[in-house]
């Protein structure tokens, strides 16, 4: 079992900037992927950044260029540094940590968070 703790939403101003943190403990020997999701309000939860072992990332298109995700693999801690936010960037963001089997791109088993919410409003 992996245990999974996300920190750092509140509420933000429109062009604001936010930093998300998750640490991980527990069997944490064989994950290989980290990532950032999220569901928006009437909306399908949503990859908004993933990095793995290897240190590849990923970004949805709506996030590219003002989000980075980040990694410190000694505390198993991964961050996601939000900038310029927008009300569209409102939802609940959810940690996740995957095995993933990179020959086939399928995932053998993943942990989840409980999520901290984000909201961006004036």
């Known amino acids: 079992q992996v245990q999974l703790v996300e920190s750092g939403g509140t509420l933000v101003q429109p062009g604001g900037s936010l930093r998300l943190s998750c640490a991980a403990s527990g069997s944490i020997a064989s994950i290989n992927v980290m990532g950032w999701y999220r569901q928006g309000p009437g909306k399908q939860r949503e990859l908004v950044a993933e990095?793995?072992?290897?240190?590849?990332?990923t970004y949805a298109d709506s996030v590219k260029g003002r989000f980075t995700i980040s990694g410190y693999s000694g505390k198993n801690t991964v961050y996601l540094q939000m900038n310029s936010l927008k009300p569209e960037d409102t939802a609940v963001y959810y940690c996740n940590a995957q095995k993933r089997i990179t020959i086939l791109g399928s995932v053998a088993y993943q942990y989840w968070g409980q999520g901290t919410q984000v909201t961006v409003s004036s």
């Open positions: 990095l793995s072992s290897g240190g590849t990332t």
